[in-house]
C-alpha cells in the first residue's frame, strides 16, 4: 500500500473526527464530510445516501450535485446503481456509470455528466445503513488502494450514523434506535407480553472510531488477540477429550491465529481506525458474507469468526457481558440465539423471548414452552434494532414484535391482553371442575411438564395429572451426562410435587433437533426421519436402563407410568418392555423397592404404529397420539420448514379420519388413549378431538382454561355430526364448518334471557 494514499487516508478521518466533534447540525456535518471526501479523492462528486424507511434510500448530502436534490431523490432498494449497492451490499466501481447495468438517470441531481462512479456501502455489523458515492467526469476506474481508503470511511460514516452524528430533519436523519419497529418472526411458544428490552449480549459501542496513533493500535490489537488466543487454548483444555467440542474450538483457534485476518486488521489500522473499528470493520464483511452464503459449512465458519470477533471486541473495549446495566422491570430477553441452560438461569424473571435465530424445536423453544414463557423465532434484525430498556411488545398469537411501540399499538396491545386477563378469571371459577361436555362426556385434560418449575402449575392450572414429563431437559441442560443418583431425586421431587397425581414419564426423546452437547451428533440428511427417541435407547441400552433404573428408585413404592417416545412398530415396543422387565427384576435382586403398580406406554408419532398389528394393542397398556410429529410425517411437512409448516390443518379431513382409525383399533381393544401436543391446547381442535372419541388431552397449563371452558358448553354428538357433514360435502378442512357451528352457538346463547 503506498505511504501517500495511507497518510491520506489518516489526514481524513482525522478531519471527520474534527467534523464529528463539532457543535454543528447533524445536516451541517454531512455537508462537511461529503466536501471533505470529494477533496480528499481528487473528485467532483461525493454524496451520502441513507435509509429513510427499509426500502427506500434518500440523498441526505452532496458536494457536486444539485443542492436542490437533496432530501428529494429517493429510490428504492435495487433501483439504480445506489440502490444496487445497497441491496447486494457490494461496491460497484465502473468507469462509465450511463451504460452500467441497472443505471438509472435522474435529471434532477445533474448526474449525467459524470462518467466515473464508485459506490460504496455503509454498513454496521452486516446492516446495510446507506451508500457513500464519489463520482468523477474522468471515465476511469478507481484503484484499489481509492477504494479501500473509501471502505474505511464508510466504516467510520456508518460509527457517526449509529452514534446519532447525523441527526437532523427527515426520516432519513431520524435518531437511531428512537422509532417505532414491527419485527415479523415465528411463534416458538404462545401467549402475549409486554416489558422492557433485555439484552443477553449487550452491544458493543465503539466511541472512538478514529485513531491518530497507527503502532500504538496496533500494539492494542496484538495485546487483545493474544489475550484471546490464551482464552480458545483454555476452552481448549476444559474441552478434554470431547471430540465435538474441540473441533469447534479448533476452528475459533483456526481464525485466531489466521494471519490473512491480522493483516485485515492492521491495513484498517494503517488507514487511521482504531483497533476496535478495525475489528468491527472486518466483523460486518463477515456478517454480510453469512446472509450470501449458500452453503452451511460455510456459514458456520463466518458464524465462528463473527463470534471471535465479539470476543475480541469485548477485550479491547473492556464492555464484557456484566455492563453493570440492571435488569429492567419485566424483562423481555432479546438475543441472536441462546441455549437452554442460559435460558434456565434468567427463569421465571422473564416475561417474554425473542430471538434473531432459533427454530419452532429448538432447545430454547423447548425450556419457553416449559416455562410457558411466550417466544419469538426468527424475529430478523432485532438485537441491531433494540436497546436495553426499549419498550418491547411481544404478540405470541401472531408472531409479531412491537419495539418502541406508538400510543395507538399500546392502547391496542394492552386491550387485548386485559381481554385474556379476564378470560383467564372466567376459566378460575372452572378449574376445580371436571371438563364434563354438555351431553355429559367427561374429558380428561392433563398439562405437559419438563421441569420442577412447572409443578405448581398442576394445582392452580386444574389439571388431572401430568399427560407428559419430557425428562429430556435435564440431559440437554448440562455438560455432562447426569448421574442415576442425580435423575432419581430429580423423578422423586416430581411424584412429591404431583401430590399422588398420575405422572406420565416420558423416556429420553434425543436426537432430531434436540442434540445432546456430550453426545456426537449424526450428519443425517434428514435427522427427524433419523436415530432418535427410542432408536437411540435401544442401540444405547445403558442409557435407557439408567434411566429405568433411576424412575423405578424414585417411584420407592408408589405408581411409576412410563411412556417409550417414537414408536414406529412392535418389536420396538416389546425391546424396549422387555428393557423395562429386566430392569425390574434387577431392581428387586438388589433390594430396591418396586412401584406398587406400573403402567407402560408408548407414543404414537408415527403413522406406520397405527396399523401395527392387533396383538401390539391389547399388549401396550396405554396410547398417547404425539401430535406435532404425526402430523409432520402424516403430512410430509417438516414443522420446521416456514414454507410448509402451516399449508396443513390440522382439522385437515384425512387426518381426522386417520385419527379416527385409531380411536376405532383403541376401542377395539380396551386400549387407553390421549393425545399430546400443541394442538391439544387449541380450544377449537381439542374440541374435534373429543368428538371423535379421544377423552383425554395434554397440553401447556395455560390451555387447560380455554379448553375447559369451551369443552363444557359443547355436546359432542352436535359437533360429529358437524364433522360428519363437511366429510360427506367433501370439504378440506371442517375448521369453517365448526366455527359457523360455535359462532351460532354463541349466538343463541346471548339470546337466551
Known amino acids: 500500500m503506498p505511504d501517500g494514499i495511507e497518510t491520506e487516508s489518516r489526514k481524513l478521518l482525522g478531519r471527520l473526527r474534527d467534523a464529528m466533534a463539532s457543535d454543528e447540525a447533524g445536516q451541517a456535518r454531512l455537508d462537511k464530510i461529503t466536501s471533505l471526501i470529494a477533496s480528499s479523492m481528487g473528485c467532483e462528486v461525493c454524496s451520502i445516501y441513507l435509509f429513510r424507511d427499509e426500502d427506500t434510500l434518500e440523498l441526505c448530502a452532496t458536494e457536486g450535485l444539485k443542492s436542490d436534490a437533496v432530501h428529494e431523490t429517493r429510490m428504492k432498494m435495487g433501483e439504480g446503481l445506489v440502490g444496487r449497492v445497497a441491496k447486494r451490499k457490494r461496491i460497484i466501481n465502473t468507469p462509465n456509470a450511463p451504460q452500467a447495468p441497472g443505471f438509472r438517470f435522474m435529471p434532477e441531481t445533474g448526474e449525467e455528466i459524470y462518467s466515473s462512479f464508485l459506490g460504496i456501502p455503509v454498513q454496521r455489523l452486516g446492516e446495510t445503513l446507506g451508500v457513500l458515492v464519489v463520482q468523477s467526469k474522468a471515465a476511469r476506474e478507481f484503484s484499489s488502494d481509492e477504494v479501500y481508503a473509501l471502505e474505511v470511511v464508510a466504516m467510520v460514516l456508518a460509527e457517526m450514523t449509529e452514534l446519532g452524528a447525523f441527526v437532523g430533519e427527515g426520516a432519513a436523519m431520524s435518531a437511531r434506535h428512537s422509532q417505532p419497529v414491527l419485527i415479523r418472526g415465528t411463534v416458538g411458544q404462545e401467549g402475549v407480553?409486554?416489558?422492557?428490552?433485555?439484552?443477553?449480549?449487550?452491544?458493543?459501542?465503539?466511541?472512538?472510531?478514529?485513531?491518530?496513533?497507527?503502532?500504538?493500535?496496533?500494539?492494542?490489537?496484538?495485546?487483545?488477540?493474544?489475550?484471546?488466543?490464551?482464552?480458545?487454548?483454555?476452552?481448549?483444555?476444559?474441552?478434554?477429550?470431547?471430540?465435538?467440542?474441540?473441533?469447534?474450538?479448533?476452528?475459533?483457534?483456526?481464525?485466531?491465529n489466521s494471519k490473512g485476518w491480522m493483516r485485515r486488521m492492521e491495513e484498517d489500522i494503517s488507514r487511521g481506525l482504531s483497533a476496535e473499528a478495525a475489528v468491527e470493520k472486518e466483523q460486518s464483511l463477515a456478517r454480510s458474507r453469512i446472509g450470501q452464503a449458500s452453503d452451511a459449512y460455510l456459514r458456520e465458519r463466518l458464524s465462528d469468526l463473527d463470534d471471535l470477533s465479539n470476543r475480541l471486541l469485548r477485550i479491547l473495549t473492556g464492555q464484557g457481558s456484566n455492563t453493570g446495566a440492571e435488569m429492567p422491570v419485566n424483562p423481555i430477553l432479546v438475543a441472536r440465539n441462546i441455549g437452554p441452560a442460559e435460558l434456565l438461569e434468567y427463569g421465571r424473571s422473564l416475561r417474554g423471548i425473542i430471538l434473531e435465530g432459533g427454530s419452532v424445536g429448538s432447545h430454547a423453544a423447548i425450556v419457553a414452552r416449559a416455562l410457558a414463557i411466550p417466544l419469538i423465532v426468527h424475529a430478523a434484525r432485532i438485537t441491531n434494532d433494540a436497546l436495553n430498556g426499549d419498550r418491547i411488545m411481544v404478540d405470541g398469537e401472531q408472531g409479531v414484535v412491537h419495539l418502541r411501540p406508538d400510543d395507538n399499538v399500546v392502547a391496542a396491545f394492552r386491550d387485548k391482553i386485559a381481554m385474556q386477563a379476564a378470560a383467564q378469571e372466567r376459566y378460575v371459577s372452572i378449574r376445580d371442575k371436571r371438563a364434563k361436555t354438555k351431553c355429559g362426556q367427561i374429558i380428561g385434560l392433563h398439562m405437559n411438564a419438563g421441569l420442577m418449575a412447572d409443578l405448581p402449575s398442576l394445582e392452580g392450572s386444574g389439571a388431572e395429572g401430568v399427560g407428559l414429563f419430557r425428562t429430556e431437559l435435564q440431559f440437554l441442560i448440562r455438560s455432562q451426562m447426569p448421574k442415576r443418583s442425580e435423575l432419581s431425586a430429580l423423578y422423586s421431587r416430581v411424584l412429591d410435587a404431583a401430590s399422588g397425581k398420575r405422572v406420565v414419564f416420558r423416556t429420553l426423546d434425543i436426537g432430531s433437533d434436540k442434540v445432546l452437547p456430550y453426545m456426537?451428533?449424526?450428519?443425517?440428511?434428514?435427522?427427524?426421519?433419523?436415530?432418535?427417541?427410542?432408536?437411540?435407547?435401544?442401540?444405547?441400552?445403558?442409557?435407557?436402563?439408567?434411566?429405568?433404573?433411576?424412575?423405578?428408585?424414585?417411584?420407592?413404592?408408589?405408581?411409576?407410568?412410563?411412556?417409550?417416545?417414537?414408536?414406529?412398530?412392535?418389536?420396538?415396543?416389546?425391546?424396549?418392555?422387555?428393557?423395562?422387565?429386566?430392569t425390574l427384576a434387577r431392581e428387586e435382586?438388589?433390594?430396591?423397592?418396586?412401584?406398587?403398580?406400573?403402567?407402560?406406554?408408548?407414543?404414537?408419532?408415527?403413522?406406520?404404529?397405527?396399523?401395527?398389528?392387533?396383538?401390539?394393542?391389547?399388549?401396550?397398556?396405554?396410547?398417547?397420539?404425539?401430535?406435532?410429529?404425526?402430523?409432520?410425517?402424516?403430512?410430509?411437512?417438516?414443522?420446521?420448514?416456514?414454507?410448509?409448516?402451516?399449508?396443513?390443518?390440522?382439522?385437515?379431513?384425512?387426518?381426522?379420519?386417520?385419527?379416527?382409525?385409531?380411536?376405532?383399533?383403541?376401542?377395539?381393544?380396551?386400549?387407553?388413549?390421549?393425545?399430546?401436543?400443541?394442538?391439544?391446547?387449541?380450544?377449537?381442535?381439542?374440541?374435534?378431538?373429543?368428538?371423535?372419541?379421544?377423552?383425554?388431552?395434554?397440553?401447556?397449563?395455560?390451555?387447560?382454561?380455554?379448553?375447559?371452558?369451551?369443552?363444557?358448553?359443547?355436546?359432542?354428538?352436535?359437533v360429529r355430526e358437524v364433522i360428519n357433514a363437511a366429510r360427506d360435502r367433501g370439504e378440506q378442512s371442517v375448521r369453517s364448518a365448526i366455527m359457523d357451528y360455535l359462532r351460532n352457538q354463541n349466538s343463541e346463547q346471548r339470546k337466551l334471557p
Not at 449480549?201 to 497507527?214: C, F, G, H, I, T
Not at 500494539?219 to 478434554?240: C, F, K, P
Not at 406406520?608 to 406435532?628: D, T, W, Y
Open 589 to 718: 435382586r438388589l433390594g430396591h423397592v418396586l412401584p406398587c403398580k406400573i403402567e407402560v406406554g408408548a407414543m404414537l408419532e408415527t403413522p406406520s404404529l397405527a396399523f401395527a398389528p392387533k396383538k401390539f394393542f391389547e399388549e401396550v397398556e396405554f396410547l398417547s397420539i404425539g401430535g406435532n410429529d404425526l402430523k409432520q410425517f402424516f403430512f410430509a411437512a417438516d414443522r420446521e420448514n416456514e414454507l410448509v409448516r402451516r399449508r396443513y390443518d390440522t382439522l385437515n379431513v384425512s387426518f381426522l379420519t386417520f385419527l379416527e382409525g385409531i380411536v376405532g383399533r383403541c376401542q377395539e381393544t380396551g386400549t387407553p388413549l390421549s393425545f399430546c401436543g400443541e394442538d391439544a391446547g387449541r380450544p377449537v381442535e381439542a374440541l374435534c378431538f373429543a368428538a371423535i372419541g379421544i377423552t383425554s388431552l395434554s397440553m401447556r397449563p395455560a390451555s387447560i382454561g380455554p379448553v375447559k371452558s369451551l369443552l363444557r358448553r359443547s355436546d359432542l354428538n352436535e
Open 193 to 256: 407480553a409486554e416489558g422492557h428490552v433485555w439484552l443477553h449480549e449487550p452491544r458493543v459501542v465503539v466511541s472512538n472510531p478514529v485513531a491518530d496513533d497507527p503502532e500504538k493500535e496496533t500494539e492494542r490489537l496484538n495485546v487483545a488477540v493474544d489475550e484471546l488466543r490464551i482464552s480458545v487454548d483454555q476452552m481448549m483444555t476444559m474441552a478434554g477429550g470431547d471430540k465435538d467440542q474441540r473441533q469447534v474450538l479448533e476452528a475459533y483457534r483456526m481464525f485466531a
Open 520 to 582: 456426537k451428533p449424526n450428519d443425517e440428511p434428514n435427522p427427524a426421519l433419523g436415530w432418535r427417541a427410542i432408536r437411540v435407547g435401544l442401540d444405547k441400552p445403558g442409557i435407557m436402563r439408567m434411566q429405568l433404573q433411576a424412575l423405578i428408585r424414585a417411584a420407592n413404592g408408589r405408581p411409576l407410568t412410563v411412556m417409550f417416545p417414537f414408536v414406529a412398530q412392535f418389536e420396538e415396543y416389546r425391546a424396549a418392555r422387555a428393557e423395562m422387565d429386566k
